[in-house]
């Protein structure tokens, strides 16, 4: 509607003007190229996504399914399109190939100690404030906001 809208215009004006050149005579064809170039682009990282991802996908790789399921693969059977995944020790399941949605990327323990720790439960009175004036010298910066931001917290509940 909006072309023919356009289309109507430019006529009106090119016949008025003695057919003069049109911007819209250009910049239609242009976005309309530019449109299709970016679908086939998008369509093409999609394929080469899958393509990735299925050659990780090997016995011993564990795996999501589409429907949140975790389990590693045990056998792969590309002719039936099949794939066998342990559940837990001893659960096995058969799924369909294209139900596996991605490989499970297992993250290093060294990550873990990089979080701050929370305040021991025992350095917390029965009230919410801190036991004696001591425990609270040994906080790190960050356990000394965390344990301010549960009081605050506590304050404004009640």
Do not use: C, W, Y
Not at 30 to 52: D, G, H, N, P, Y
Not at 133 to 158: F, I, K, Q, W, Y
Request: proline share 4%; glycine share 8%; no cysteine.
């Amino acid at each position: 509607m909006f072309a023919n809208v356009v289309a109507s215009t430019a006529a009106e004006t090119g016949n008025a003007a003695g057919g003069g050149f049109d911007i819209f005579n250009l910049i239609l064809p242009l976005a309309l190229a530019f449109l299709i170039f970016s679908m086939f682009r998008r369509q093409r990282k999609a394929k080469q996504q899958v393509t990735e991802m299925r050659s990780q996908m090997e016995p011993g790789a564990e795996v999501m399914t589409q429907f949140g399921l975790f389990g590693t693969i045990v056998s792969i059977d590309q002719e039936n399109n099949k794939a066998v995944i342990e559940l837990s020790p001893g659960n096995t399941a058969t799924v369909h190939t294209q139900a596996l949605s991605k490989v499970v990327k297992q993250e290093p323990a060294g990550d873990l100690d990089d979080e701050p720790s929370v305040a021991a439960p025992d350095t917390i009175s029965t009230t919410g404030t801190a036991g004696a004036a001591g425990s609270t010298a040994a906080e790190t910066p960050e356990e000394t906001v965390a344990r301010l931001n549960r009081e605050n917290n506590r304050n404004n509940d009640n």
